[in-house]
């Protein structure tokens, strides 16, 4: 053993770096550092300065606001630049347009209704276009029954507040087939009532007899001050009107089938009858009038006399 190599002398076989990781690293650090103090890059152009750079920033943020303010029109280009310029001041709110007199759709129609229109109403509906959607609207509704709001029948007043169907409540039966009370959905012992409906509108104090289907309970609330007049319909009389009406049209067409007849049949004999007449008569004229004189014999006619009954006929 005492002849083995000592090989801790050769450098891992002659393959060592000259420069270890952390000689590596200072170098870089050095060359940052190099190249800042020099003020150029690895490829050894000069580096802009900080004032170039912020003027290259300050273009491109020009530029990019200008086309945006390009893209607006003169109003919101002006309402921008206040909203920007009042950023930089404190307790000033930002500038805005007056959204005090804006009105949708709906706010129009709440303020040209009319819960019955009459023929001043349609005629104002052909110069002003708010009363005219108004209309528009009121035509939509179903003016049969009543939709109420009893909420407030305790009032000294009774104060009911009512309105004509919409569409979806008649295709549901809701103020017919169902209790008229918004809120109630009853559908057994309706009863109808007929209410004079007094209101105020557009400054003016107007009625209107409308029609309402209750529900027991709903009708106690209507009538809470005092009671109003009930619509009721006999049953007797309603089936014998019924069976009436489903047997007159029997009557009526076995009647005037059997007059159809008569009066075909009497026609027709009154026409045999003159045919039968005519007959005998032509028959009586022809054997009289052998034996009064000679046959007579047609002359031909020639064209000045086709053309003078011709002018005779013109000049009549």
């Known amino acids: ?5 000592d090989l801790s002398f050769v450098g891992a076989g002659g393959y060592s770096s000259e420069l270890d990781d952390s000689d590596r690293k200072k170098k870089r650090e050095y060359d940052s550092l190099a190249e800042l103090k020099t003020n150029r890059d690895k490829h050894g152009r000069k580096a802009p300065s900080k004032r170039t750079a912020w003027e ?20 919101d280009r002006h309402k921008l630049l206040v909203n920007t310029y009042f950023m930089g001041k404190k307790g000033i709110e930002y500038f ?16 040209q209704h009319r819960f019955v229109w009459n023929d001043a109403d349609d005629k104002l509906a052909e ?19 009543c939709i109420s709001d009893l909420s407030n029948y305790r009032q000294s007043h009774n104060s009911v507040g009512l309105r004509w169907r919409l569409e979806r409540e008649v295709l ?3 103020g017919q087939f169902v209790c008229g009370e918004r809120r109630c959905q009853v559908a057994d012992n309706l009863t109808t009532w007929e209410v004079n409906f007094g209101y105020s509108e557009q400054g003016e104090r107007k009625n209107a007899l409308v029609k309402l289907r209750l529900c027991p309970s709903c009708a106690t609330k209507l009538n809470y001050h005092h009671k109003r007049k009930q619509i009721r319909v006999n049953k007797g009389k309603q089936a014998a009107r019924k069976r009436k009406q489903a047997n007159q049209p029997d009557e009526t ?17 009154e026409k045999l009858g003159c ?29 000045e006399d086709d053309f003078d009954e011709y002018l005779e006929d013109m000049f009549l």
């Open 1 to 5: 053993m005492e002849d083995a190599l």
């Open 56 to 75: 290259e920033r300050d273009t491109e943020e020009g530029r990019a606001r200008r086309f945006h303010l390009l893209a607006l029109n003169a109003y």
């Open 96 to 111: 805005g347009r007056p959204t005090e007199r804006d009105r949708t759709d709906r706010d129009v129609i709440q303020q």
């Open 127 to 145: 110069e002003n276009w708010e009363v005219r959607l108004a209309k528009r609207y009121c035509d939509k509704l179903y003016k049969e029954y």
């Open 172 to 174: 549901d039966g809701k």
């Open 253 to 269: 067409n076995h009647k005037k089938r059997r007059d159809d007849l008569d009066t075909e049949g009497d026609s027709k004999t």
């Open 275 to 303: 045919e039968v007449e005519g007959a005998k008569g032509e028959v009586a004229d022809a054997g009289s009038s052998i034996w009064t004189g000679p046959s007579k014999v047609m002359a031909d006619k020639t064209k």
